[in-house]
Nanobody, 118 residues
């Protein structure tokens, strides 16, 4: 039973902060690259941030300097700390696990809504 569960979404005002959490079960978490994606209404899903199994990090230009991704392997958890939120950040945020060094399947969470309002 593989499961990725996101939490921490909600309503926040412009300029505010929010931290998303994704907890994985049923996989050997430490061998997966972990990602956050988001999809806004009428737009394509986009990669927001990635942290690899070796702790390399990558961010979309739109969130660079405002978002921070981290992982805690002992807890099977990946976090996305979001600061200085903008209306354009409003989207459903999805956790994604991509295996590194294997040809196994990838996994998606169900998503958590982030709404930035003013």
């Amino acid at each position: 039973q593989v499961q990725l569960v996101e939490s921490g979404g909600g309503l926040v005002q412009v300029g505010g902060s929010l931290t998303l959490s994704c907890t994985a079960s049923g996989i050997q978490f430490n061998i997966y690259n972990m990602e956050w994606h988001r999809q806004a209404p009428g737009k394509q899903r986009e990669l927001v941030a990635r942290i690899t199994s070796s702790f390399a990090m990558n961010y979309a230009d739109s969130v660079m300097g405002r978002f921070t991704i981290s992982r805690e392997n002992v807890k099977n958890e990946v976090l996305l700390r979001m600061a200085n939120l903008k209306p354009e950040d409003t989207a459903v945020y999805y956790c994604h696990a991509e295996p590194h060094g294997t040809f196994g399947p990838d996994w998606w969470g169900q998503g958590t809504q982030v709404t930035v309002a003013s």
